[in-house]
């Protein structure tokens, strides 16, 4: 009767145990979903307070100036008796940097990351994978100091080149759209590397084998399977590269000039970036809510950028992949 009398009592307190550990269950699963929903909600106030901010600090001096002057103008003269806000060029020139940096990088940083995913061995891959996260952890600053003592010379010896007897030319010193493309091009290089590689190695095997067994060798395997498999990730890379290339400041300060002019390879030139940077320390009146407006101009050609580049980029993967 004593057996019996334990054996019905123990069966009596197992269901009470499992309701216990299924309630702390729940409730660490709830307590996860209410930091994951705070964090969530930071993030999202976050951007919104940020995009009210620019909108505000930068919305008066657009009208105040006038939007087809500010956007189309071509003289950026802020101080003077008569002063001018025309960014036209300054737009031009981001554009134009972004795009000459991408052109360089984005091909660069994909083959490197294939080499890295597919050819490379153990050993050397992660020498290089260091070297990559090296990169990444260098000062933009540092780029600039760089670029000033070692890509400038150089750019400024192949101008002298091109250039020779011509009595039209404005000399730069090296300083020009050409150098900053190629300092952003090397700065993107570790965001579009690592993203890459790691969507290449996200690709299934079963894709390799199947590239494989149809008699394909292994470079078109990579080329003709393993990249398309891997498109929304390179997509990713490219969006986040060209985001830091728009956003950068401090690098291309030292290496670009800092003229307003037409944006070719050999003019000084001056970012939307760099003429917040350059201007903001002593700027005053409409001449500082300008440069407001200049960083509102900035905010949402970025995020116009992205979305576009990433819907163009989706499909052509829903095309092509």
Not at 132 to 140: G, N, Y
Not at 181 to 200: C, D, F, G, K, R
Not at 215 to 241: D, N
Not at 283 to 306: C, E, P, S
Request: with cysteine; net charge positive; proline share 5%.
């Amino acid at each position: 009767m004593g057996e019996i009398n334990i054996h019905s009592m123990a069966l009596e307190r197992y269901p009470v145990s499992i309701m216990k550990d299924r309630r702390r269950k729940e409730a660490v699963e709830q307590a996860a979903r209410s930091i994951f929903s705070f964090c969530a909600l930071i993030a999202f106030l976050g951007v919104l307070f940020i995009t009210l901010y620019m909108m505000i600090s930068g919305v008066p001096a657009l009208l105040q100036v006038g939007l087809k002057e500010l956007l189309l103008g071509r003289v950026w003269a802020p101080v003077g008796p008569d002063p001018e806000f025309g960014i036209f060029y300054i737009i031009l020139t981001s554009l134009a940097g972004t795009g000459l940096a991408l052109v360089i990088g984005v091909p660069a940083g994909i083959l490197a990351a294939v080499f890295l995913a597919e050819v490379a061995g153990r050993p050397l891959a992660e020498i290089m994978r260091t070297a990559v996260e090296l990169l990444a952890c260098i000062p933009s600053v540092i780029y600039g100091l760089l670029g000033i003592y070692l890509l400038n010379p150089l750019i400024y010896r192949l101008e002298l080149k091109l250039f020779a007897g011509s009595e039209t030319h404005r000399f730069t010193g090296g300083a020009n759209l050409l150098s900053a493309s190629l300092v952003l091009a090397v700065m993107i290089l570790p965001t579009v590397i690592n993203i890459s590689e790691a969507a290449i190695r996200a690709v299934g095997p079963e894709i390799r084998a199947a590239s494989f067994a149809l008699g394909a060798s292994r470079m078109q395997t990579v080329f003709k399977s393993v990249l398309p498999a891997a498109k929304p990730g390179i997509v990713t890379a490219v969006v986040l590269g060209m985001g830091r290339a728009l956003g950068e400041a401090f690098a291309i300060t030292l290496v670009s000039g800092g003229s307003v002019n037409v944006p070719l390879p050999f003019h000084s030139v001056r970012f939307l970036t760099t003429a917040i940077v350059s201007e903001m320390g002593y700027a005053q009146g409409l001449h500082r809510q300008v440069l407001f407006t200049i960083g509102l101009v900035l905010f949402l050609f970025v995020m116009g950028a992205n979305m576009a580049l990433t819907r163009i980029l989706k499909r052509g993967a829903d095309l092509y992949g």
